[in-house]
C-alpha cells in the first residue's frame, strides 16, 4: 500500500540544524533560502512528492518543531 | 495528491507533544539537550503522570529546564541533583522525581552526591547527558573528556600525564549494590532515539517498584563546543565517543 506524507515545520522556531535533514530518507527536506526571524535558514520540503511521512525528521528535530502528517493512497 | 489534502488533522501521525511549553529552547541548533527533553515528554505523558512527576534541573545549560517541560521542577545547586532529589522522593514516595544532569554537573563537582545517592539505592531517576565538554562556560575539558580531545582548556588535546583519563561513571555506578538499572544510550538517529526513549521509560517505572537507583547515561554532542557544525557533531561522536563510552545496557536487574 502507497503512503504519502507531509510535513509542516514551525518556521519560527527552527534553528535549521539541519539533523532532519541527515536522517530524511526520502532526500524530501532541505533548508530553505529565507531566513526566519532569528536569521535562521529553515527546514522546509523541499521535494513534498518524496515524503512518506516516516516522522524520523520530527523524532530527531531538537526543537520539536516538525509535525507530520500521512495518508494511505 | 496535494499537499492541502494530507495535512488535516485527522492524518496526523507525529507532533509536539503538549507536555513541552511553547517556549523557545535556548540551546544551540542541534544540541541533543532538545531531543531528550523532547523524549522525557513523551514518555511522562504517554505513562500519564504529568502531575505526579518532579524534576530536578541542574547547573549547566539545562539549568532552564523547567521552562521547557510542563511540569513540577526543582533547581539545584551545583551537583546537588540527587541529593534533592532523595529528600523529594523520601517525602513523597508516591511522585516520579528525577533528575537531569551534565556531565560537568554530574561527574565533577557533584560526583559525590551522585555515588552516594545511587549506593543508597534511592528510588529515583538519573539521567546524566554526556558530551565530554563543559558546554556552558565555552567547551572547557570535563571529567569525561576523551584523552587527545581538544577543548578550551587541553588546546593540544587531553593528556593522561596532565589530565588523568576520562571516566566512565556509568560503569562505576553500575558496581554499586543500590542501583537497578543502569543503561548508556544516545539519541543521534531515529532509531537511538526510540532505543533512548525505552530506556527512560523503563527508569521511570522502576522509580516506582522499590528496586533502587535507574541511571541512563546519554551520550549526546556539543557542536558549539565541540566547533562542528550538527551533522558533523553527531558522526564525530558516533566515530569517537562511542569506542570508548559503549551503548548498551550495563545492568538490569
Redesign the interface.
Known sequence: MAV???I?VDI??C?????C???CPTNTIALSNEVNGKG?NFAI?AN?DNCT?C??C??????????????K? | MDIKDIIKPENKVYGKTPLLTDAVMHYCPGCTHGVVHKIIAEVIEEMGIQDKTIGISPVGCAVLAYNYIDIDWEQSAHGRAPALATATKRLNPEKYVFTYQGDGDLASIGCGEVMHACNRGENIVIIFINNAIYGMTGGQMAPTTLLGQVTATTPYGRRADLNGYPMKITEIVAQLEGTCYVTRQSAQNPAAVRKAKKAIRKAFENSMMNKGTSFVEIVSTCNSGWKLTPVKANKWMEENMFPFYQLGDIKDR
Do not use: L, Q, W
Open positions: 504519502k506524507g507531509a509542516v519560527e522556531k534553528k535549521g540544524c539541519s539533523v535533514i541527515a536522517n535562521f520540503m513534498p511521512g516522522t524520523n520530527a523524532t530527531v528535530c531538537p526543537d520539536a518543531v516538525i509535525t507530520v502528517y500521512r495518508v493512497i
